[in-house]
């Protein structure tokens, strides 16, 4: 059983301040984990689609999603799809399922209008806003009920197919960098890189 509380810290220290959406992607995340029955993502077990854009709160909300779940974009198992929707499916590609989640669109309406947002839209930057402003807010997110905030669906199969990872190098023979192959571009009869390639265009 995931438990958002447990994260908390890491989160934290990991998206760089307080605000009340990391906690909700920290929520959020706990509850799709836990729909699913998985465990956070050691390697690729879990993908996650955000449904999210580059808006505020948004980008808040995803570093909570990728603390929780281990779905990180260096492990390449998170994907946003820029819709701008404060939603995302987990998938289990072990068990081929997944499950969507979304903030109910009433509470996220009523969250943008919380004295921490009146705050921001005057230019105060997140670090920023008075702790007695920030403090209620974030402690009323991880202990609120999860169907007060949350619309989580039934669990639904989801065919998923690996992508193979390669661990084949090459130099490119104009920079001479080391590049993964599949990467390599032939440019008259020349492997190079992407920068190289772009370069003689
Ligand atoms: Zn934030
Ligand atoms: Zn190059």
Not at 6 to 12: A, Q, R, W
Not at 92 to 97: A, F, G, L, P
Not at 113 to 125: A, E, T
């Amino acid at each position: 059983m995931m438990q958002a509380k447990d994260f908390f810290e890491v989160g934290l220290k990991f998206h760089g301040h307080k605000c009340p959406a990391m906690p909700l992607g920290l929520r959020a995340g706990a509850a799709a984990m836990n729909a699913l029955g998985a465990e956070r993502s050691q390697d690729k077990e879990l993908v996650l689609l955000a449904e999210t854009g580059n808006d505020h709160a948004a980008g808040c909300f995803v570093d909570g999603l990728m603390t929780i779940t281990g779905c990180t974009y260096g492990k390449s198992n998170i994907k946003k799809t820029y819709y701008g929707k404060m939603a995302f499916t987990l998938i289990d590609t072990q068990k081929q399922k997944a499950v969507r989640v979304q903030l109910k669109p009433e509470f996220f309406g009523k969250m943008l209008q919380s004295p921490f947002v009146q705050q921001r839209k005057q230019g105060v930057p997140p670090q920023d806003v008075p702790a007695s402003i920030t403090d209620p807010l974030v402690e009323g997110v991880m202990k609120r009920a999860e169907e007060e905030f949350l619309d989580i669906s039934p669990v639904f199969d989801y065919p998923f197919e690996k992508g193979k990872g390669t661990f084949d190098t090459d130099l490119c023979e104009a920079c001479g960098e080391r590049v993964f192959v599949h990467k390599l571009q032939d440019v008259k009869g020349k492997k190079v890189c992407i920068p190289c390639a772009e370069k003689t265009k």
